[in-house]
């Protein structure tokens, strides 16, 4: 199949007058829906949904898409400029890019946070274009056993991100796996953890509600505590002349924008898989391979590139199986799905064929949506930059507010709130006893992938445990995981013996 006049046609219908509007509107409301901590793709998808019945299907699932791309871009705005992820795509953007801005650096932050994202979403959806069809049948060679070892995989990439103490990152782990079997048994639906049979754990715990906590509540109380006085960052003066410095510097980074490009489309395509776990692994991926990895969580700007390029990559990556298989790769496109049972469409294969305009007009709306969207974010860099003006006291009054505000709306339970303040004070102590929190989120994203693939091989196999090994790509995932995890291990042989004091 020619894809180059199918694109050409999508084309057509993405540039037209209205089309270039709605991107427009869709990017910067998604921009400012992504910056504000909590709040996410997912809400403003939801919030707009309604309102796509006044426009055609293309129109409006290029709307939709619009606003999907300009929140994974917004995402690390509050994650540099508050320390508070704007998203749960964008936690891992602030282990460096919150001590970058507290560094003065918040506009090379988000300098680099808007290139990343751009490189990440223009290879992720060049990657989309040429290979829709052959990834599509990769990711049906996906069984729960290389999920399985894929999530393991991500696992031992975090052993090392707590320090030289391996011991902590593992506890952190366990105690993320721990609360996410919290709810509903997932084959029995037995009630599991729920703590004297309360009914705001039946439906689990949030990872909103746990990153809200951990880095909203909990990073606001111990600015409090560790501040002598009302935190200052540099004043950064976005120019003409720093934007091409803070491009030139990115360009040294190639080799890990590329990375989290290719790691966050592969991931992002898996079901259930989406762009925070994609931006988690390319972040511990880049730290173990980096010649500066002592540097990561001090403010690295390769800490920043890693997982914007992912989570922008995995975000277009969740769009295949969505379109092809009509398996939602993310809770967005999960929307998204709906979106289109609603406007009559049937996703699927067929829908190349029988839908092109609208299957082509929405890919190549992701070209101009990406465009649009770091032209947009760069150009409201001083804005962004501004807001750290903002004294101390009303700047913690207000992250409170919409720490609250963002946990409380998704759910609109009161529980979800008593939650915030737990993992606030959780986050606080976790902070102070120097364990690392991103296992920890790490291990609640993907704890109920992990158990359902593990218990679905099982099943498949007859109890075979062997499975994980005997599958060639569940096999290859084994090894990795085995050599990321020993990776400690082997730096702490290679460091050399002191040595012996003379004794004159």
């Known amino acids: 199949m020619d894809i180059f006049p199918l694109l050409a046609e999508g084309f057509a219908t993405s540039l037209s007058p209205l089309n270039i509007f709605i991107v ?28 796509t019945f006044v426009v055609p299907p293309a129109s409006a699932i290029i709307l939709l898409c ?20 704007g998203a749960s795509t964008a936690v891992a953007t602030t282990f460096d890019g919150r001590p970058m801005a507290q560094k003065g650096e918040a506009g090379l932050a988000l300098i680099a946070a808007a290139v990343a994202s751009f490189i990440g979403g223009t290879i992720s959806v060049i990657l989309f274009t040429a290979f829709a069809i052959p990834l599509a049948d990769l990711a049906l060679a996906f069984g729960p056993a290389e999920e399985f070892a894929l999530v393991l995989l991500a696992f031992t990439t975090f052993v090392g991100l707590g320090g030289d103490d391996a011991l902590k990152t593992i506890v952190m782990i366990c105690l ?27 439906s689990g715990i949030s990872f909103l509600v746990l990153a809200i906590g951990v880095y909203g509540i909990g990073e606001i109380l111990y600015t ?29 980074l190639w080799k890990t924008m590329s990375m989290g490009s290719f790691l966050g489309f592969f991931v992002g395509m898996l079901p259930a898989a989406g762009a925070t776990p994609a931006a988690l692994m390319a972040y511990g991926i880049a730290r173990t391979t980096s010649k500066k990895s002592e540097n990561f969580g001090k403010g690295e700007i390769e800490g920043v590139a890693a997982p914007e390029t992912a989570n ?8 295949l199986p969505m379109l092809t298989l009509g398996i939602p790769g993310s809770p967005t496109t999960a929307l998204l799905l709906g979106g289109m049972v609603m406007w009559g469409l049937v996703p699927g ?50 992250v409170v507010v919409l720490c609250i505000v ?45 158990e359902k693939s593990f218990r679905q091989s099982l099943v498949m196999e007859q109890g075979n445990v062997l499975v994980f090994i005997e599958r060639p790509l569940s096999a290859t995932f084994m090894v990795l995981a085995l050599i990321f995890f020993l990776l400690p291990l082997l730096k702490y042989f290679k460091k050399p013996a002191k040595k012996p004091v003379a004794v004159k």
Request: aromatic content about 10%; hydrophobic content about 55%; overall charge positive.
């Open 312 to 319: 922008n990559a995995a975000s277009t990556g969740s769009l």
């Open 24 to 51: 427009l509107i869709g990017v910067t409301v998604g921009l400012f829906i992504g910056a504000m901590p909590g709040l996410g793709s997912v809400n403003g998808v939801a919030i707009v949904l309604p309102l």
């Open 349 to 398: 294969p067929m829908l190349f064929i029988e839908q092109p305009d609208f299957v082509w007009g929405m890919i190549s709306s992701l070209y101009t949506a990406n465009v649009a969207a770091v032209l947009i974010n760069l150009a409201l860099i001083p804005l962004f930059v501004w807001a750290l003006r903002m004294p101390f006291t009303v700047l913690c009054s207000v």
């Open 176 to 202: 993320g796996l721990v609360l996410s079997t919290v709810g509903l048994d997932l084959i029995s639906g037995q009630p599991r953890l729920i703590f004297g049979d309360l009914p705001g754990f039946y």
């Open 224 to 252: 409090i505590e560790t501040s002598k006085k009302s935190p200052t960052v540099t004043a950064a003066k976005i120019t003409f002349s720093e934007l091409g410095a803070g491009l030139r510097r990115m360009n040294k």
């Open 66 to 85: 619009a606003i999907y791309y300009g929140a994974m871009y917004g995402g690390a705005v509050s994650s540099i400029l508050l320390g508070i992820p």
């Open 406 to 450: 963002g946990g409380f709306a998704p759910s609109q339970k009161i529980h979800d709130v008593w939650l915030i303040a737990a993992f606030g004070i959780l986050g606080y102590i976790l902070r102070k006893a120097d364990y690392p929190l991103a296992p920890l989120v790490l291990a609640l994203v993907l704890g109920p992938l992990m």
